[in-house]
């Protein structure tokens, strides 16, 4: 039972409310069960319907509250709440929100194309229960959408627009937020089978009931918390809706006006609000929608039915006019953790890992085994530390590492100045990669540790997995060489250009390839093409990869190293090092904020994903631990840590140069 309201007025009102969640289920996807996710908030969710509250009690009051409601009535609720989850979906979307009720928004987690998508599911389903419980309901339904669609482009019209009107402001929500909750109330009346005249007065209740509902939540806009409302506050002002307290302050002060003339920085914005709030305009407002309660209470009072029924509709609307909520936002560890001299893997790993460079070919001698730029990667957060499946998978997890890095750093060696080269080293590698581990290409480095280790990579793998890791190591061996060509000619890509061209050389699902031979373990591949999934690998990508440049810089731009964002930003905008810093880290914040709320809400998305609910802890743990593996000492690969030499990347580049006509045809792995 909603707080607000006395059960002796209307005891069933509870229950009924019940019937309506049952309703409320998710949009099924036929055929994709894993997608269902998208339109399901969950048994915890803080909803407190309060447009199926006004449907309920519209028919109660034309009825009399001592029977439960029709299943029409429960219906029609349940599609009224639909038309607004949709409708929220796509808010989130526009206003940018990362949280709703305190938790992440669709758009956070699913990403903005799938969150207007899934709203546009939700839409529709609260449709069709309308247009099945009738003509008139389904009409009434459309009207509402075609008016609630019209405020929010008289909204988007007005955006930046100084002097907009307060007539301007009224239409806008007096369709984007009035003409749904009128419609709760009218298709609730509808369900009683009274005049249409009953009908009539109980949409205007919900329509002035909705005017006064949108004003006190521009209001709370301006004078609440974030965890106060759930969602974040002061949002208005810096996206340019000026809502009526901002429009009658700027009346009285020009240095506000001048403000609103355009976009805004955050310093901006908070000072546009004082100046509102100092002016007494959010008292004026909050008087208007007093105004607007009065004329909803007239409207009841029209309607000859029982007066405590009447009363204890109107205190339920005015009960709810204040939705500040404390509560405390969903929050989990973050994925930025405090670093700390560890390492991941184990001293006997390590040990061994030496001992099969030495004897492999890869370096020279045990002091070239400490190459900082391949074994200083290792250093990790302590908090990040994983367990490995036993000792065998931990040594051919550590043993592929190195040889990646090996493999970047031959590609990124600023020496190799050659085009020719470059595409030679390419084929080179490729052949070594299809190459028969029984009878490797030659006797060079990487071949013999290429076939020492491809063998102990894919025992107990699946064909599937050995064959996708394949191809995703020539990929990124193509990627590679376009990006050395890219260096050489002293390219740098469009800002626009950076995502497609550094995630290609990130060689991201080689390390998640990685971490799934460290713990033996196979991500299903439900889970691994899940949006969500990818979302998260996305996030992990930019917030490793700009901290990365960030760290970076100064060599990467000493040795022409192309995809920087830093350098991307500059060279593109003309702006100082400075501001292309700053404008990488707030990237970053953006970014990693994403990455947190998303890694949180996993555990829930593995839960409803079919054939996963047993393997919620292992498949959480992977991509929860992906971000600290990526959370290396960025700086670890350009700081000399130790007296150790350098391998001698020219000659292992030679003992693989493959100059054919043509590229060597694959073979079956």
């Known amino acids: 039972m909603p707080r607000e309201i006395d059960s002796a007025v209307f005891p069933h009102l509870d229950a009924d409310l019940d019937r309506v969640r049952d309703v409320l289920g998710p949009v099924r996807f036929e055929g994709r069960p894993e997608l269902t996710a998208l ?16 449907t309920l009690l519209s028919y109660y009051l034309l009825t ?65 229960i309308l247009i099945e419980l009738g003509q008139r309901e389904g009409l009434a ?18 955006q930046y627009v100084a002097s907009r009107s307060e007539q301007s402001y009224l239409d806008a929500i007096d369709g984007k937020t009035a003409a749904l909750l009128s419609l709760a109330c009218r298709v609730g009346a509808m369900q009683a089978g009274r005049s249409d005249e009953h009908e009539q ?57 001048r403000l609103l003339r355009r976009a805004m920085t955050g310093e901006q914005a908070a000072r546009a609000r004082e100046l509102v709030i100092d002016s007494g305009a959010v008292e004026e407002a909050q008087a208007m929608a007093e105004e607007f309660m009065d004329q909803a209470a007239g409207q009841l009072a029209a309607v000859a039915v029982d007066p405590r029924a009447c009363h204890a509709m109107s205190t339920y609307a005015r009960s709810i006019l204040d939705r500040r909520t404390p509560r405390c936002v969903v929050s989990g560890p973050s994925t930025q953790l405090p670093l700390a001299d560890s390492n991941l893997f184990s001293p006997q790993a390590m040990s061994w890992l030496k001992s099969w460079m030495v004897d492999t070919g890869l370096v020279a001698s045990t002091a ?64 070594m990669l299809r190459q028969d581990p029984e009878k490797p290409l030659g006797p060079g480095a990487l071949p013999t540790a290429w076939a020492s280790l491809w063998p102990r990579l894919r025992e107990g793998r699946t064909t599937r997995w050995r064959e996708r890791f394949l191809d995703d190591l020539e990929e990124w061996f193509n990627a590679c060489e376009r990006e050395a060509h890219h260096r050489i000619n002293r390219y740098i ?70 995809y920087n964002l830093v350098r991307a930003i500059r060279h593109e905008t003309g702006c100082t090092r400075r501001e292309a ?42 991509y929860e631990n992906v971000t600290n593996v990526l959370e290396v000492h960025q700086s670890e ?33």
């Open 368 to 431: 070239e085994a400490d190459y900082h730029r391949w074994t200083g990667a290792f250093r990790f957060p302590a908090q990040a530390a994983l367990t490995p499946a036993d000792a065998a998978h931990e040594q051919t997890s550590v043993a592929i590492a190195v040889l990646i890095a090996a493999w970047d750093d031959l590609f990124e060696d600023s020496r190799l100045t050659d085009p020719e080269a470059v595409t030679a080293l390419r084929r080179g590698a490729v052949a």
């Open 39 to 54: 339109t399901d908030e969950g048994p915890d969710t803080s909803r407190r319907l309060v447009r199926p509250t006004l």
């Open 201 to 257: 007065t109980l949409a205007g209740f919900g329509r002035h009931f909705g005017l006064a509902y949108q004003l006190y939540d521009d209001i709370l806009d301006l004078t609440s918390t974030a965890d106060e409302m759930g969602k974040p506050v002061n949002a208005d002002l810096p996206e340019g809706i000026y809502t009526l307290p901002v429009i009658r302050a700027a009346v009285r002060d020009r240095s506000l006006a």
């Open 64 to 128: 009399g509250p001592a029977a439960p409601a029709d299943d029409r009535v429960v219906r029609a609720a349940a599609a009224v709440e639909l038309l607004h989850l949709g409708s929220l979906y796509h808010d989130d979307v526009i206003d940018h929100a990362d949280q709703r009720r305190g938790r992440p928004s669709a758009n956070t987690v699913w990403g903005s194309h799938m969150a207007v998508l899934g709203g546009d599911c939700v839409t529709s389903s609260g449709g069709r």
């Open 581 to 622: 810093v700053e404008q990488v880290q707030r990237q970053i914040a953006e970014q990693r904020a994403q990455l947190d709320a998303v890694v949180r809400y996993l555990p829930a998305l593995v839960r409803m994903i079919p054939g996963l609910p047993g393997q919620v802890k292992e498949c959480v743990s992977v």
């Open 637 to 669: 690969r350009y700081t000399q840590t130790s007296a150790s030499a350098a391998p001698d990347l020219e000659r292992l580049r030679r003992e693989i140069y493959y100059y054919p006509a043509a590229d060597p045809a694959p073979t079956a792995p």
């Open 141 to 158: 339904g459309a009207i509402a959408g075609e008016q609630m669609c019209a405020g929010m482009v008289i909204e988007a019209a007005d």
């Open 493 to 562: 890509p469009a800002t626009a250009d950076y995502l497609p061209l550094r995630m290609s050389t990130s060689g991201f699902d080689i390390i998640l390839a990685g971490l799934e031979v460290y713990q033996d373990r196979e991500l299903p591949s439900k889970l691994r093409n899940h949006p969500v999934i990818r979302r998260i690998e996305e996030h992990v990508f930019w917030v490793t990869s700009m901290e990365n440049d960030l760290a970076g810089f100064d060599r990467d731009e000493a040795d022409h190293i192309p």
